[in-house]
């Protein structure tokens, strides 16, 4: 029983990054008609926002010492960041947390991004065939991150979370198992409440404003809403945009959890598109069920009990699941009817 | 170009492309792209191509998981090998046997969606290939490290023999590195164009087209289209099985990212380059990539320098750091950049600049009424080429 809680627990923090990014897919897709094989590639961008900004806060002031001398004889250097100098004890707390603290950094990047993004090329390709849009974002994912191997180099750049929530936590006890039997590492909670916040946030404002109101409006008929007056080309954009934020952010709190590299965005896109292509093309609620479907059985097709009777089923589970749903409700778990049915 | 095709001129095409292939040694010396190993990459990938064209530019479906068929065509070949030595005509009969298969399997599945579903399904299926190749299949293909021949393995047929040096691939003595290696692949390549050729205009070619046109009309009209679908399925996996057993052949050595899905991304990319539904551009695309892969790959700060020794010294240095972002190491940059522009200009690829440009040159007023009808469907004009 707590191996399965532990294994539940395992899948939901894969499964809110997975079900972030295909959020956003979802959302470009029911918005922009769009197939955006970059989106693993902002997600790439968010995660190396958090990079840059750990560098940029870490930037350090070479103090030396001529009183003092090392070992070798040379006089003592001490290295302090800038900011610890600045700031002093607020600027250790603000390195301390510089994961969650860079969010505030991603957001307008990310934001930018997308907005460029759209306006300088997803535009010219809203009615072009889906196989030149899936071609052409394909290639922009190559630049992107070649730009950043160029930038960061090829080996993952570890990041760390915030000391507070830097160790495991028993969260058997709460729930009435024996002391140790689940134990999780408490940044993974963050991340699950993070991504859980992040797609509330989402849903409300396509259900609570006025400007999601419209967007939703477009979705179901782009043609009379624009017919009524209003340029829902332009909110569509914002929505590309927003999109790259949601892909950025889940990148930029999955640092601690995967020491970012150029080319996590193609292993995590690959299985974004499984997880809406089950959920359902076109539906967000779908996407985001999916996406933790998808992690939680991931994982517990990864347990030593299932692999010894299927060996390799962790590697594949994913497809396989994808390709039986697509044989078997073509729709997906949610689509809705005459979305992308062919 | 855009001329009446008649047996005669298809003819006459089969004759020069073999012409220009078996002499490619000769006109390609003078651009640096004169020797074996890279043209034997041109063959192979121009037959990689080639296959995939059949796929792709005939009926309109997206594979995103070719590059499976290339790992299982090396896979087997290597298996060849080892169980019944380094003649490379079984391995070519193994590769094609399980390609085949695999493909009607795959295909069987894949092609019960279309569009973007197909796609996914595709690459759904060559992501499960290459984990599993990496992983629980390892004794089959030997995980990470990739499958080789041993001196070890059974071999029945060439086991006697003695020779004690790296085992190379041969086919009745005659050994398959270097020109001979090129020419055992230049051969395939001729049969594999020759088989291409006969598809695009044969009545199983034109419903393929029709497939890609309109395939709802097509089912209207009380046509059951999967058959054909499946059987340019099956025969473009075959295609890329063998590419995959002519890489074996020229280096016996099997890995597992063969299959991984950036290797499916380039072949995409070298027939959309060429231009999708053409006979030779995928050939041209194919070895247009691996001959900038090459050259390209080689060069690195050094080299440049020497390039830009002309310049002033402040502009060299900036010169030099700019263009060192696009070679050698950066080379995919390069790739990625090439991949937009001719997917945002020129989605027909380069046979429909050539296209574009003979047009231009064939502007007559008497032949307006003419190219009216012409410029109506530039991919069917495309196509007929």
Redesign the interface.
């Known amino acids: 029983m707590d191996a399965i809680v532990l294994q539940i627990l395992n899948g939901l923090d894969k499964g809110g990054a997975y079900a972030l990014i295909a959020l956003g897919l979802t959302l470009i897709f029911g918005t922009l008609g769009v197939?955006n094989f970059a989106h693993g590639a902002l997600f790439m961008l968010g995660a190396f926002c958090a990079v840059a900004f750990n560098k940029l806060i870490g930037l350090e002031q070479v103090v030396v010492d001529p009183t003092k001398t090392t070992a070798w004889g040379t006089p003592l250097e001490t290295r302090v960041p800038y900011i610890e100098v600045w700031l002093g004890d607020t600027g250790t707390t603000m390195l301390n947390y510089s994961v969650p603290l860079s969010i505030a950094f991603a957001i307008p990047v990310m934001l930018l991004v997308g907005y460029v993004m759209e306006r300088g090329?997803i535009r010219?390709f809203y009615k072009?065939p889906?196989?030149?849009q899936?071609?052409?974002t394909?290639?922009?994912?190559?630049?992107l991150q070649?730009?950043i191997?160029?930038y960061f180099g090829a080996n993952p750049i570890p990041q760390s979370a915030p000391d507070m929530v830097r160790g495991a936590m028993d969260l058997g006890i709460w729930i009435g198992f024996d002391p140790g039997t689940v134990v999780y590492p408490q940044w993974r909670i963050v991340y699950l409440f993070f991504s859980l916040s992040v797609i509330g946030g989402v849903f409300a404002f396509l259900q609570f404003t006025t400007f999601g109101m419209v967007v939703r409006a477009g979705m179901a008929d782009r043609e009379t809403v624009g017919l009524l007056g209003i340029n829902i080309e332009r909110r569509f954009t914002l929505v590309f945009a927003v999109a790259a934020v949601v892909a950025g952010l889940a990148g930029v709190m999955y640092t601690p959890i995967l020491p970012p590299d150029y080319h996590m965005g193609?292993d995590f896109l690959?299985l974004s598109?499984?997880v809406v292509?089950v959920g359902g093309?076109g539906s967000l609620p779908g996407a985001v069920s999916a996406g933790f479907l998808l992690g939680i059985l991931q994982s517990f097709a990864s347990m030593n009990e299932v692999k010894t009777i299927l060996?390799?089923i962790d590697?594949?589970i994913i497809?396989?699941v994808?390709?039986i749903i697509?044989?078997v409700r073509?729709r997906g778990l949610m689509g809705r009817k005459g979305v992308?049915e062919? | 170009m855009m001329t009446k095709i008649s047996p005669r001129s298809d003819l006459l095409m089969l004759v020069l492309f073999t012409a220009a292939i078996l002499t490619m040694p000769i006109w390609l010396a003078p651009i640096g792209a004169g020797y074996p190993d890279l043209l034997q990459k041109f063959a192979i990938f121009g037959l990689f191509a080639l296959g995939f064209n059949l796929l792709f530019g005939l009926t309109?479906y997206?594979s995103?998981g070719h590059a499976a068929f290339l790992g299982i065509g090396s896979y087997a070949a290597v298996w060849s090998f080892k169980l019944l030595g380094m003649n490379p005509i079984p391995a070519l009969l193994f590769s094609v046997v399980f390609s085949s298969l695999f493909a009607v399997a795959i295909g069987y599945?894949s092609l019960?969606?279309?569009?973007?579903?197909f796609?996914?399904?595709t690459?759904?299926?060559a992501?499960?290939s290459y984990?599993?190749a990496?992983?629980?299949?390892t004794p089959i293909t030997n995980g990470e490290t990739g499958l080789r021949v041993l001196q070890s393995d059974p071999r029945l047929f060439d086991s006697s023999s003695e020779a004690s040096g790296p085992l190379i691939s041969n086919l009745f003595g005659i050994e398959m590195t270097g020109y001979s290696g090129f020419y055992f692949c230049a051969v395939l390549l001729i049969i594999g164009f020759y088989i291409s050729q006969r598809i695009f205009r044969s009545p199983f070619g034109m419903m393929l087209r029709a497939v890609k046109s309109n395939q709802n009309r097509m089912s209207y009209t009380g046509l059951n289209t999967r058959p054909y679908t499946l059987a340019a399925f099956v025969i473009s996996g075959t295609f890329a099985g063998v590419a995959g057993s002519l890489l074996a052949v020229t280096d016996p050595l099997a890995g597992a990212e063969r299959m991984q899905?950036?290797a499916s991304?380039e072949v995409?990319?070298m027939t959309?380059l060429g231009g999708a539904g053409t006979l030779l551009g995928p050939i041209l695309g194919a070895g247009l990539i691996k001959y900038f892969e090459n050259i390209f790959s080689a060069y690195n700060e050094q080299t440049l320098h020497a390039i830009f020794s002309f310049l002033p010294d402040f502009m060299e240095g900036a010169v030099v750091s700019l263009a060192s972002?696009f070679v050698g190491?950066?080379w995919?940059?390069t790739?990625?950049?090439?991949?937009?522009v001719i997917?945002?200009f020129l989605?027909g690829g380069i046979m429909e600049g050539f296209n574009r440009i003979t047009k231009l040159f064939r502007r007559r007023p008497s032949r307006v009424g003419k190219r009216a009808g012409h410029s109506h469907s530039p991919a069917s004009a495309n196509a007929a080429e």
């Open positions: 197939v090329l010219h072009r889906h196989a030149e899936i071609l052409v394909f290639g922009l994912a190559i630049v070649e730009i191997k160029t193609m690959v598109f499984v292509v093309m060996p390799g590697q594949i497809y396989l994808a390709v697509l044989l073509p992308m062919t | 309109g997206l995103f599945i019960r969606r279309s569009g973007i579903y796609s996914i399904l690459l759904a299926f992501q499960m984990n599993l990496y992983s629980v299949l899905w950036t991304g995409v990319l959309i972002l190491e950066g995919h940059l790739l990625g950049l090439l991949f937009m997917v945002i989605p």
